[in-house]
């Protein structure tokens, strides 16, 4: 079979009209812009075709699919897009088409002219292989398959404009040619080609932000965020812009949970002080939240089992306490004295400390009690409003 010659490709009109455009599309290919509205309606899905009987699973790792005296030589700049113009990093193509004489290999250890390959951050790639021969009853196409982390596959042809059999050919789609950049004289081609696939990738979404707080010094201070969006999401804790590390400070502190939903800061002083925010990022993107100030206040003091913070030691504490966990009741002014068995967490024991020695003679509620005091446990809950203290 033989092989498209450039006499037989006529596409200098086609490249005459786009070169003047060319610098342009080079720009828009390697920007990640995000287009405007009236762009987005244009960035239709990329129609479907069969796969054909000759794909093959498990095609080698590779973008450059030339072999050696095969031509005319043929480089595809493309790119990979959502439904919403929004590029799709990391998204795996693969393709495969006939040699220069129109057939498949299905055979050979090195299975030329099939590979794949995967978008940059950009949803950008790059092909180069040969313009396919002609296989008979069709006129050249390439086979393609479509898929990222979050989009249905797509499986797809690409076809060459201005081809002869384009007309002859049942499943020729216009829509899906490739749009010359450049034809050289060898009757080397160069083009490109937008793909575009519906996504379910949702981008992060703060969904709660971290709230400013004053705690005292050498206090455990703790920061959380609320997020949705396409799992997986990772999370970066900054204070005043620069990424927290986890683990000791070498300044005192100890940072826990720089990278989780939860951020603890154990030994929290002067030196940890600060507007703190968090990055939410996935592969579909990443959001920012509001910036949390932090700051040093004084020694909070309190009296362990009186939840209520009414300055007395009565059954109203164990009330209070499981309004507020099991009821939905509002926030104690002093969450660490409601915690009497001082464990670090609120719960149905921290009541029955407070009943048993109400009214069995059980041991008292942890220090301080029965007087006012500092908590001189590590925990990771405090108070925030407690008045029945001095």
């Not at 789609?173 to 749009?179: A, I, K, M, Y």
Request: include cysteine; glycine fraction near 10%; aromatic fraction near 8%.
């Amino acid at each position: 079979m033989s092989v498209i010659r450039s006499d037989r490709f006529p596409l200098q009109s086609s490249v005459s009209r786009l070169l003047p455009l060319w610098p342009f599309v080079v720009v828009l290919l390697g920007s990640g812009v995000t287009f405007s509205t009236d762009l987005a309606a244009q960035c239709a899905e990329t129609a479907p075709q069969g796969e054909g009987p000759y794909y093959l699973v498990g095609s080698p790792e590779r973008s450059v699919l030339v072999v050696p005296g095969d031509g005319p030589l043929f480089t595809l700049h493309g790119r990979v897009l959502d439904t919403e113009c929004q590029p799709i990093p990391n998204c795996w193509i693969d393709v495969w088409h006939t040699d220069m004489d129109g057939d498949y290999d299905t055979s050979s250890p090195d299975t030329p002219y099939r590979g794949h390959f995967y978008t940059d951050d950009n949803g950008a790639f790059v092909l180069e292989t040969i313009i396919p021969g002609l296989y008979p009853g069709r006129t050249p196409h390439i086979h393609v398959k479509v898929q990222g982390a979050n989009t249905p596959l797509l499986t797809t042809q690409l076809y060459f404009p201005d081809h002869p059999l384009n007309p002859t050919d049942i499943l020729y789609d216009q829509d899906l040619e490739v749009t010359p950049i450049e034809l050289l004289p060898s009757g080397d081609l160069v083009a490109s080609f937008e793909f575009y696939v519906p996504s379910s990738c949702t981008a992060p979404t703060v969904a709660a932000d971290p709230v400013s707080d004053t705690f005292p010094d050498g206090d455990v201070a703790t920061l959380a965020i609320g997020a949705t969006g396409t799992a997986p999401l990772t999370y970066q804790w900054r204070r005043d812009g620069v990424d927290l590390v986890e683990g000791p400070t070498g300044l005192g502190a100890t940072i826990l949970g720089a990278t989780a939903e939860t951020l603890t800061i154990v030994g929290f002083s002067t030196t940890e002080a600060g507007g703190y925010d968090c990055v939410i990022s996935s592969g579909c993107g990443a959001a920012v939240s509001e910036i949390a100030e932090l700051v040093v206040g004084p020694t909070q003091w309190f009296v362990r089992g009186d939840c209520s913070d009414d300055g007395g030691y009565d059954l109203s504490d164990a009330i209070t306490l499981l309004e507020y966990v099991f009821s939905g009741g509002s926030r104690p002014n002093c969450l660490d004295a409601c915690d009497s068995n001082d464990d670090g967490s609120l719960g149905v024991a921290d009541a029955i400390v407070t009943l048993s020695f109400l009214f069995s003679a059980a041991a008292p509620p942890a220090d301080p009690y029965p007087s006012c005091g500092g908590d001189l446990s590590v925990d990771t809950i405090g108070c925030y409003d407690a008045s029945s203290c001095p």
